[in-house]
């Protein structure tokens, strides 16, 4: 410690003969101090305030009505956690119930509209992936944030998607390219979609890779059914959020999507 610190002060000393005083900023004088620091708290990683700055980051984020923030904040978190342990425990409760008779104001109002059975059915489904069969689409209660702006998918993107719509939508509709062979009642799929660069889902706001500041909570885990029908998780990271609507038969449709880049395990003969 005793060195570093000798050789910091002969790069603030270099700092000051080349570029002069006014580049010795009170960051560069407060280094001088982390000898003392650290040999009267410990290392560095014991007291610094990166996590707390990156909690005051999250709780920034977290929409309010202005009006009583605390409480709307304390409320949110509070309600995630307490629907987390009531899913993930085994007991059989209602106590999804005990959230109904929080009212929530302003801004975070758009959560209210969904019941407690479509928010369990929501966790359930996370949860029991083998026995929750999910096809079509349900309503978004959460919220894409900016940056925003229009893409045209590429020729490997619109098969993907063309996949993901038949699998969502089997035995209700066909989906296919505008270059591919026309079927009888098939949809053909938009070329366009409007990416986004963060999701806000419940108090938690997921970034993409793209993005230095957000690529910590670009990453994600999620359960798949493997061939063999056992289920395992992936990590993967989000490439970016993005918004797409189809043409169905009875109108419109908007579909908020994310795409991942998944990682798979390397096998035993390339480990």
């Known amino acids: 410690m005793e060195e570093a610190h000798e050789r910091l002060i002969k790069i603030i ?23 003392d620091y650290s040999n009267d708290f410990g290392p560095l990683y014991a007291f610094w305030c990166f996590s707390f700055e990156r909690m005051n980051g999250i709780l920034d984020s977290l929409p309010t009505s202005n009006k009583q923030i605390e409480l709307e904040i304390m409320r949110q978190i509070m309600n995630d956690n307490q629907i987390g342990d009531i899913i993930s425990s085994d007991i059989q409760t209602k106590g999804l119930e005990l959230l109904e008779d929080q009212p929530t104001t302003g801004s975070i109002l758009a959560a209210d509209q969904f019941s407690l059975d479509e928010l369990e059915q929501f966790w359930l489904n996370a949860k029991n992936i083998q026995e929750s069969t999910i096809t079509g689409c349900e309503p978004f209660s959460k919220e894409m944030l900016k940056p925003n702006s229009e893409a045209i998918m590429t020729e490997s993107m619109l098969e993907l998607m063309v996949v993901f719509y038949n699998a969502s939508y089997i035995k209700m509709y066909k989906f296919r390219k505008s ?76 579909h908020n999507l994310a795409y991942i880049c998944w990682y798979r395990p390397a096998s035993m003969s390339e480990s």
């Open 179 to 254: 270059a591919d062979e026309i079927i009888q009642d098939s949809i053909t799929i938009r070329v366009k979609i409007n990416q986004f660069g963060r999701c806000r889902i419940g108090s938690e706001v997921f970034g993409f890779a793209m993005s230095v500041r957000h690529t910590k909570s670009s990453c994600v885990l999620a359960k798949f059914i493997t061939s063999d029908g056992e289920v395992d998780s992936y990590p993967g990271q989000i490439q970016y959020f993005f918004k797409h609507t189809v043409d169905l038969p009875n109108g419109q449709m908007e």
């Open 13 to 35: 000393k270099l700092i000051e003969v080349h570029y002069g005083r006014v580049k010795i900023t009170p960051n560069l004088h407060l280094s001088l101090h982390l000898c």
